[in-house]
């Protein structure tokens, strides 16, 4: 029997989970990918072509390509900026020019998404949360606000949520995925702003109260400087229910962490994410989870995939 399972997310914690379960057998993939991203290429083109953010969207794509090809590999390519001037190409990815080319030529950046889908072969589909052109605001601790997901992280404050200051409508494949779905999975990756910016859309906030599907996030290992700084596996997910996102389990990593690459993310302002009370109002479930070779700490794919494996035979 076919499951279906959504991933909500952006950035590379999403596309890590798309690639670890693309084998599963029996499973179709929904993405439900943030276009709030302003930075970098993507940010370039956005502004230069007035066109939702693709640059979550390349990498989910080739995350999810039926095989690791050349095309998909020169999807990911970044063409270098020596002097730093950002002229022409310089800086930019490949993919994020095809995108773009092909949302010109099409006149519909999903057609875009896929066209390009098509030449990857990718097994899956692909969803922007919205396809306007939307921008990220965060309201810190001390009431200041900070415009634009690039800017979000590098101001020292504390987040106390994140917003848009207009109208954004959901995609409406976007909703669909998660009302049939019977297995979602948030994460993995940065918070408030790669899963808060689809989740604070209205009717994806709406369509995740009302979903039958098990609700689970797939929580951080580590903490990230400028957004969830000193934040247990608890404030992970009251920041992710304050928003609206309803939880029903957290997979958390059970590893024992190597001193040494601990010492090396304390120095960069990264700690361990732990569980620091007893009685949550949601099941949490401890899984070896990460790998931590050349002295990172990042979640291994197989492992990912084993727990959503475990997830699915209780779903459905």
């Given at each position: 029997?076919t499951?279906?399972?959504?991933?909500?997310g952006?950035?590379?914690?999403?596309?890590?989970?798309?690639?670890?379960?693309?084998?599963?057998?029996?499973?179709?993939?929904?993405a439900?990918?943030?276009?709030?991203d302003?930075?970098?290429?993507?940010?370039?083109?956005?502004?230069?072509?007035?066109?939702?953010a693709?640059?979550?969207?390349r990498?989910?794509?080739?995350?999810?390509?039926?095989?690791?090809?050349?095309?998909?590999?020169l999807?990911?390519?970044?063409?270098e900026d020596?002097?730093g001037?950002?002229d022409?190409?310089?800086g930019?990815?490949?993919?994020?020019l095809?995108?773009t080319?092909?949302?010109?030529k099409?006149g519909?950046?999903?057609?875009a998404?896929?066209?390009a889908?098509?030449f990857l072969?990718?097994?899956?589909?692909?969803?922007?949360?919205?396809?306007?052109?939307?921008?990220?605001?965060?309201?810190?601790?001390?009431?200041?606000?900070?415009?634009?997901e690039?800017?979000?992280?590098?101001?020292?404050?504390?987040?106390?949520y994140v917003?848009?200051?207009r109208?954004?409508?959901?995609d409406?494949?976007?909703?669909?995925?998660?009302m049939d779905?019977?297995?979602i999975?948030?994460g993995?990756?940065?918070?408030?702003?790669?899963?808060l910016?689809n989740?604070?859309?209205?009717?994806?906030?709406?369509?995740?109260?009302?979903?039958?599907?098990?609700?689970?996030?797939?929580?951080n290992?580590?903490?990230?400087?400028?957004?969830?700084?000193?934040y247990?596996?608890?404030?992970?997910?009251?920041?992710?229910e304050?928003h609206?996102a309803?939880?029903?389990?957290?997979?958390v990593?059970?590893?024992?962490m190597?001193?040494?690459?601990?010492?090396?993310?304390?120095?960069?302002?990264?700690?361990?994410?732990?569980v620091q009370?007893?009685?949550h109002?949601?099941t949490?479930i401890r899984?070896?989870?990460?790998t931590?070779?050349?002295g990172?700490i990042r979640?291994?794919?197989?492992?990912v995939?084993?727990?959503?494996?475990e997830?699915?035979?209780?779903v459905?």
């Amino acid at each position: 029997m076919t499951k279906k399972v959504v991933v909500i997310g952006g950035g590379h914690g999403q596309s890590l989970i798309c690639r670890a379960i693309k084998y599963i057998p029996d499973l179709e993939i929904s993405a439900i990918v943030t276009v709030a991203d302003d930075g970098g290429s993507t940010g370039r083109l956005r502004r230069q072509f007035h066109i939702p953010a693709m640059g979550d969207i390349r990498n989910v794509l080739v995350s999810l390509a039926g095989n690791e090809s050349v095309m998909s590999e020169l999807m990911n390519y970044r063409f270098e900026d020596p002097d730093g001037t950002e002229d022409d190409i310089h800086g930019h990815n490949l993919g994020n020019l095809i995108l773009t080319a092909l949302t010109q030529k099409t006149g519909s950046f999903l057609e875009a998404i896929q066209t390009a889908g098509e030449f990857l072969n990718v097994r899956g589909k692909i969803i922007p949360a919205s396809t306007q052109v939307i921008t990220l605001f965060a309201r810190m601790e001390d009431g200041v606000i900070v415009k634009g997901e690039a800017n979000i992280p590098t101001v020292s404050n504390h987040i106390r949520y994140v917003f848009y200051d207009r109208q954004v409508e959901a995609d409406p494949d976007a909703v669909a995925a998660i009302m049939d779905a019977d297995l979602i999975l948030y994460g993995i990756g940065s918070v408030y702003t790669s899963i808060l910016p689809n989740v604070i859309i209205p009717e994806i906030r709406e369509a995740l109260t009302k979903t039958k599907a098990r609700k689970v996030y797939i929580c951080n290992a580590m903490t990230q400087p400028g957004e969830t700084d000193g934040y247990s596996v608890e404030d992970h997910v009251r920041a992710l229910e304050s928003h609206g996102a309803d939880v029903d389990a957290v997979i958390v990593a059970d590893d024992e962490m190597p001193e040494a690459n601990v010492a090396r993310y304390a120095k960069e302002g990264s700690t361990p994410v732990k569980v620091q009370e007893t009685k949550h109002d949601y099941t949490v479930i401890r899984r070896e989870l990460l790998t931590f070779e050349n002295g990172l700490i990042r979640h291994d794919a197989d492992k990912v995939r084993a727990a959503t494996e475990e997830l699915l035979k209780e779903v459905g």
